[in-house]
């Protein structure tokens, strides 16, 4: 459950991964009777109400992605050192563009560390105020599982985030497929490419 908690952070599937993912699927099996819901947060209707200096600011910054760091703010312990040690994290871009539509979407959420080429707690306090200002209540929707829903995302424009529920008295069992992205959003520092083949 630890591990787990790190999932109540607003989040895109393995933005930490070279190649992130196109889209989630997740498919509700065994559901508590009250919490447990999964909230969404779009994040193209966040990038379009953004302030025009924001929205310049963004254009070309790269962030690095890492569950690592993710996990880690919850708890220093929710990832062995092998699990460490497979997961290197990424390089991605802040801002991502629909190929279909052309509308853009910050691309941020719990995963992304700090801003390639910033100091570091400089980037981290932009990535913070940008995650805060794209989970907005206006931003959300809040869903709440019945047994045999099935929800799909686009993990580019999209971030979620589980809710708690009493799990010491119930169970909540979901099945989530996650596709991959096929594309990088940026170019890769050398320690990742490896790490990515």
């Not at 809040?142 to 799990?167: F, K, M, P």
């Not at 991959?180 to 890769?188: D, E, P, S």
């Amino acid at each position: 459950m630890v591990y787990q908690k790190g999932n109540y952070l607003w989040h895109s599937d393995s933005s930490f991964k070279a190649v992130p993912s196109l889209c989630s699927l997740l498919s509700a099996r065994v559901v508590p009777p009250t919490g447990g819901n999964t909230e969404f947060a779009t994040m193209t209707a966040a990038y379009d109400a953004l302030p025009d200096d924001i929205k310049q600011k963004l254009e070309g910054l790269v962030a690095e992605h890492s569950l690592v760091y993710s996990r880690e703010t919850v708890s220093t312990e929710a990832l062995t050192a092998e699990m460490k040690a497979e997961l290197p994290g990424a390089w991605q871009a802040m801002v991502r563009e629909n190929p279909v539509n052309r509308r853009k979407a910050i691309y941020a959420g719990a995963h992304a560390s700090h801003v390639v080429g910033w100091p570091r707690e400089e980037g981290r306090a932009f990535i913070a105020w940008l995650n805060e200002f794209a989970t907005q209540p206006q931003f959300r929707y809040s869903h709440a599982w019945r047994e045999g829903d099935l929800v799909i995302w686009d993990n580019r424009a999209v971030l979620h985030r589980a809710t708690a529920y009493d799990a010491q008295q119930h169970k909540r069992l979901m099945q989530r497929t996650t596709v991959n992205g096929g594309i990088l959003t940026t170019a890769q520092p050398a320690r990742y490419e490896l790490a990515a083949e």
